[in-house]
């Protein structure tokens, strides 16, 4: 019903930035919270930064100071600026929504992205 593309990935260098987009298309009629999430190797799946409607952000502590999250409503878009990336930041990254599929839901359903890979690697 929702499909969530994600894009921009990719093999940095330490210390350098990428932005990541993701985009959110389908059955949708408002998106509460969005997010994205990482999972390392041998990790379990964790929440990188959150961000509601309206615009009030949280962050893990592995990203505060280096990653912004932003987001598009009118595109059902979210960001993922990511600066001083550190070789431990080196994950799959997802995104994240939470959808209101049509004007006479009450609940959200939740939906994931397929991820895309980030390496941060000399």
């Known amino acids: 019903q929702v499909q969530l593309v994600e894009s921009g990935g990719g093999l940095v260098q330490p210390g350098g930035s990428l932005r990541l987009s993701c985009a959110a298309s389908?059955?949708?009629?408002?998106?509460?919270?969005m997010g994205w999430y990482r999972q390392a190797p041998g990790k379990q799946r964790e929440l990188v930064a959150s961000?509601?409607?309206?615009?009030?952000?949280t962050y893990a502590r592995s990203g505060k100071g280096r990653f912004t999250i932003s987001r598009d409503n009118a595109k059902n878009t979210v960001y993922l600026q990511m600066n001083s990336l550190k070789p431990e930041d080196t994950a799959v990254y997802y995104c994240?929504?939470?959808?209101?599929?049509?004007?006479?839901?009450?609940?959200?359903?939740?939906?994931w992205g397929q991820g895309t890979q980030v390496t941060v690697s000399s």
């Open positions: 994240n929504a939470d959808v209101i599929n049509s004007p006479t839901m009450w609940t959200t359903n939740n939906y």
């Open positions: 961000i509601t409607s309206g615009g009030s952000t």
């Open positions: 389908g059955r949708i009629f408002s998106i509460n919270a």
